[in-house]
């Protein structure tokens, strides 16, 4: 545990080292905090900046890893900008670290990092630096504004933070929101296949409270007659039906269609479940 003099020490340090000149954002370090979210579709990990907003990590199933800096009024101009993680006043020797430069625009998320960029500002924060920009401000330009997050108490929260993703479901939403099943011609059992396209399906949505229920459209065209090609159409969404329901699905969360086609080429044998989601 870090003493109140030290932490002391450090803001001095730190305060010694910005122009009088420059507005400074920046977690004190005395309440330094990085906090995690998570759930099995979602991790997120953020760090409050005061006067400005919060910076934060995340990463959704099935998707890549992202870095956000929110705000609700962004006083800096927009911009490009250099980012880098400069060695922190404990440890002046250390040498800073380039992490690109970066437009900084005018809305509510002035930064947003993707894949490798975001990874490289979590290692820098895993290696004790201080990732920070300047810009100029809105109300004088003039003047400098630098934003800053901390690296005090980072890697206990980043450790609940990679736990989180090793725990999220493979698939995201957007992957998983439409699942067709294949039959075989003039046949209407589920194959093994078609179970686990089903079972992957179910994984993503029991993880994913705003998914509220499922719709099945079965469609045939088996064979030359239009109500043969109905019948089959209707027991197979049956059998999907059936299925969801062993799996602990309620029945009233379930909503079924089926049509017939003429056909005979045994082109159209699915049966697509879509997964009905509130925002």
């Known amino acids: 545990m870090l003493s109140r003099s030290f932490l002391l020490s450090v803001a001095l340090l730190l305060t010694a080292a910005v122009p009088a000149h420059a507005e400074q954002f920046m977690s004190p370090f005395a309440r330094s905090d990085w906090q995690v979210e998570r759930s099995r579709i979602s991790c997120r990990l953020r760090q409050v900046v005061p006067r400005y907003g919060e910076g934060v990590f995340e990463t959704r199933a099935g998707g890549r890893q992202s870095f956000t800096l929110r705000t609700k009024q962004n006083p ?88 989180c993703i090793k725990q999220m479901v493979s698939v995201s939403y957007e992957q998983i929101v439409n699942t067709t099943l294949i039959f075989s011609p003039e046949r209407t059992e589920l194959s093994a296949q078609a179970q686990q396209k089903i079972d992957a399906m179910l994984r993503y949505a029991l993880a ?16 030359p007659r239009r109500l043969e090609n109905l019948q089959l159409s209707k027991e197979r969404a049956q059998q999907v039906h059936e299925y969801l329901l062993s799996k602990g699905i309620a029945a009233a969360k379930i909503s079924s269609d089926y049509r017939g086609e003429r056909g005979g080429k045994g082109d159209v044998r699915t049966v697509t479940i879509r997964l009905n989601r509130v925002e």
Request: charged share 20%; glycine share 6%.
């Open 76 to 163: 800096m101009v927009e911009g490009p900008t250099a980012l880098v993680a400069a060695p922190p006043p404990w440890n002046p020797t250390r040498a800073a670290v380039d992490l690109g430069t970066h437009d900084i625009d005018s809305g509510s998320e002035p930064l947003r990092l993707a894949g490798d960029a975001s990874q490289q500002l979590l290692d820098s924060l895993d290696d004790g630096l201080m990732p920070q920009f300047s810009r100029p401000l809105q109300s004088n330009r003039l003047e400098e504004a630098s934003l800053g997050l901390s690296p005090l108490n980072f890697r206990p929260a980043y450790r609940q933070y990679r736990d």
């Open 208 to 223: 994913d409270r705003a998914v509220k229920g499922f719709t099945l459209q079965a469609v045939s065209a088996d064979t």
